[in-house]
């Protein structure tokens, strides 16, 4: 089955499939009409399959003319992604790509001379190559040290490329961080964060960019900006959340209600307490949730209703900065940053 493009989205064709490591294979996607396709490196898009299912990436490399783009994907046991990936030959098959989304992007606004660390943490790589590729193309001398964490040594499928790269580029650094290293290992130890924290650089006038797994992202903008000096508004991130299959509690969850308002109709809709509100209002084809959750795309805004609206926590920095792009009203939310509590039990919201 292919799924009929809608506005604004693109077709690819797949064109190339390598392994990079045991679980990461490298997919590279060519517009299926030959033209271009822009983006700013450290963007992501989201890829919908033959089947209708979509999911999120960054490319991996810097945005070029040809209409080229390349993705790392891990192979997650239970992921649809992953299974559609590894279960047939599929090259040659048709995908969709809306975007691109996110605003993890080169910042030309600050200074040429202020020192550029990058942090990431398994396929959190790829965006941060991409950014590479973009900053390196520009022949600048801007300082740049890039610090990749993994468990193991096969997590960092791209060690050569970025040790040759520091080899050629004087003002470029490489830092590996291994988590679980052998006892041969003579490299840093541990986490990202805490590998560039040890190193104790300056960061007043300093910019990082930081992608990969929500707990290396969080506790690395606590770290650099309480220890290093580090400015709040120099810390750009995106931070992954792998969509998987998980296994069944072993209690029963708390269900709450909501009732979800389109074209006038009312559906009561039963949702998990502690999860966000999207994917309840995604499965119940109420909204798409382009993004996965990251709170990028704006399509999962809703209308939140009185007296439900206040007892919602203030809106966070970049849901709002994106609510105002959208000309939205003040009881407009994004429903992937509302998450349901039992105070929330029986909300009321218009999805349209």
Aim: hydrophobic content about 45%; glycine content about 10%; aromatic content about 6%.
């Amino acid at each position: 089955m292919t799924v009929a493009p809608s506005p604004g989205e693109r077709v690819f064709r797949l064109t190339e499939i390598t392994s990079l490591s045991t679980d990461v294979r490298r997919v590279v996607l060519n517009t299926a009409d030959g033209a271009a396709f822009f983006y700013r490196e450290g963007q992501f898009v989201s890829v919908r399959l033959p089947d209708g299912v979509q999911r999120s990436y960054s490319p991996a490399n810097a945005c070029g003319a040809e209409g080229r783009i390349e993705l790392h994907i891990r192979l997650l046991h239970g992921g649809h992604f992953s299974a559609w990936l590894s279960g047939a030959d599929r090259t040659g098959s048709l995908v969709t790509l809306s975007g691109p989304y996110g605003e993890c992007v080169w910042q030309t606004s600050v200074p040429t001379q202020a020192p550029v660390f990058m942090l990431g943490t398994g396929t959190g790589i790829a965006p941060l190559k991409a950014l590479l590729e973009k900053a390196l193309s520009a022949d600048g001398l801007q300082p740049i040290t890039l610090y990749w964490g993994g468990r193991t040594l096969d997590d960092l499928y791209l060690r050569a490329h970025f040790d040759a790269l520091a080899r050629e580029r004087a003002h470029f650094r490489f830092v590996p961080v291994l988590a679980e290293p052998t006892e041969t290992w003579q490299g840093q130890r541990g986490f990202v964060q805490d590998a560039i924290v040890a190193e104790r650089p300056s960061l007043a006038q300093a910019m990082v960019y930081a992608c990969g797994s929500p707990l290396m992202v969080a506790g690395a903008r606590a770290r650099l900006v309480d220890e290093l000096g580090l400015l709040p508004s120099r810390f750009l991130a995106d931070d992954f959340i792998p969509a998987v299959v998980t296994a069944a509690p072993t209690c029963e969850p708390l269900a709450l209600t909501i009732r979800a308002h389109l074209n006038g109709e009312a559906r009561p809709l039963a949702v998990t307490a502690g999860s966000p509100l999207m994917p309840a209002l995604a499965q119940a084809g109420l909204l798409a949730g382009v993004c996965g959750g990251q709170g990028a795309c704006g399509t999962c805004r809703v209308r939140v209703r009185p007296p439900w609206l206040e007892r919602l926590a203030p809106p966070g920095r970049q849901e709002a900065r994106l609510l105002r792009a959208l000309d939205s009203l003040p009881e407009h939310r994004l429903a992937c940053q509302i998450a349901m509590n039992t105070d929330l039990s029986g909300i009321q919201l218009d999805c349209n």
